[in-house]
């Protein structure tokens, strides 16, 4: 906690981006993000989450829902980060 209050002292003047993964409890959200003043003016907290109530629990509106890709959507933006190809070569 020592070290989470330094790090909220030392960014409250930055503009930061902040990226909160598979967040799956409303604590650790409170604890990393709790406030927008703890960061500076501009900054953006992202948080992806299973669990639209741990958003709405913690105040936050600007909820946006995306879909899994299809198995062929996913082969496809797989293959163009790895191979720079569309599909896989035999």
């Not at 960014?11 to 967040?23: A, H, T």
């Not at 600007?62 to 790895?82: G, K, M, Q, T």
């Amino acid at each position: 906690v020592h070290h989470l209050r330094s790090i909220k002292e030392w960014l409250q003047d930055q503009k930061v981006l902040i990226i909160l993964d598979d967040v799956d409890d409303i604590e650790k959200l409170e604890a990393l993000a709790k406030e927008p003043s703890w960061f500076g003016s501009g900054s953006r907290i992202i948080v992806t989450t299973q669990d639209k109530k741990i958003l709405k629990a913690h105040g936050i509106l600007d909820i946006y829902h995306v879909d899994f890709p299809s198995e062929e959507e996913a082969l496809e933006i797989f293959c163009l980060s790895a191979f720079k190809l569309r599909s896989p070569q035999d």
